[in-house]
């Protein structure tokens, strides 16, 4: 039976045509934000946040030189490993569940609510976060092997009263989707539904009645990076094949989050990458399906 879903699995993937990824507005991004893991378009703003190792800061940009216009600083915080952002019409969650090593066994979301960040004219302003807390209920006691296994997850949407968590997909299969409440609390998550990907997925957003995710192939090098749209919502325990994928081989470039702009299409953004003494460094761009 195994066997049967990997082929149909793959039939479906192949079904889907590749079409052209076109960048617009490429632009570089501040060094504040070399390793940029999450962004997110709100109040004429892009709201961003680096990976593990940064302190708690989400940065606040403008949208057309893309300087750091304001620093929210989430209070008894700590940044493990922030892979994502999303939002509702009252919350930003800050999605601190990167799991490379596969031996993270709970996991957090940090809840801000917009009114504390929009209440300030400060440049500086700190916010009180609330918690939810999960872990994988279908996660083995044993320890992972580092990159292989699909419990490390770096993409993240709201929709509907509901957080979505998608597995980065290490093993080169789907990627699953969890669902936890936005309620603050300690939840243990199951997959409700899987994406017919197979790439790493690294970023999510919900946009216009569809769910939008970005993400890139690896082998010895970076070889493409990826955007592709999926019709939402769709029934527990599916299996949700691709709508449309889109593509390109770029140089240097890790892409890790993709930012709606209602009406407008999306911000791509990348982290500085280095090998051998050749790369790139933080950068952004616009994408209009």
């Not at 919350?91 to 209440?119: C, E, M, P, T, W």
Request: proline share 4%; with cysteine; net charge neutral.
């Amino acid at each position: 039976m195994r066997n049967l879903f990997v082929f149909v699995y793959f039939l479906c993937l192949s079904a889907v045509a590749q079409q052209n990824l076109k960048i617009r507005g490429d632009k570089a991004l501040p060094a504040d934000l070399r390793e940029i893991s999450g962004a997110v378009f709100w109040n004429g703003m892009l709201w961003a946040h680096n990976d593990g190792g940064d302190a708690p800061v989400l940065y606040g940009l403008d949208t057309t030189e893309f300087k750091v216009r304001k620093k929210i600083y989430v209070q008894n915080a700590v940044n493990t490993d922030w892979e994502d952002i999303a939002q509702d019409e009252t919350h930003i969650y800050i999605g601190d569940f990167g799991n490379n090593s596969g031996n993270r066994n709970y996991l957090q979301v940090y809840k801000i609510a917009k009114k504390d960040i929009a209440a300030s004219a400060s440049d500086s302003v700190p916010v009180q976060p609330q918690i939810i807390t999960f872990s994988y209920k279908d996660k083995p006691a044993v320890s992972q092997k580092k990159h292989r296994h699909n419990y490390d997850a770096e993409a993240m949407a709201v929709s509907e009263g509901r957080i979505y968590i998608f597995s980065k997909n290490w093993l080169r299969g789907p990627s699953l989707v969890y669902a936890a409440d936005t309620a603050a609390g300690a939840y243990v998550l199951a997959p409700v539904c899987t994406l017919g990907t197979d790439f790493l997925v690294t970023g999510a957003e919900f946009s216009e009645g569809k769910l939008w995710v970005c993400g890139y192939h690896i082998e010895l090098k970076i070889e493409k990076v990826y955007v592709a749209s999926f019709t939402w919502p769709v029934a527990e325990g599916a299996v949700l094949n691709m709508e449309a994928l889109y593509s390109f081989t770029p140089a240097f470039r890790q892409m890790e989050t993709i930012a709606a702009v209602p009406g407008r299409g999306f911000f791509l953004a990348f982290e500085q990458l280095q090998a051998g003494g050749v790369g790139s460094g933080p950068g952004i761009f616009r994408f209009f399906p």
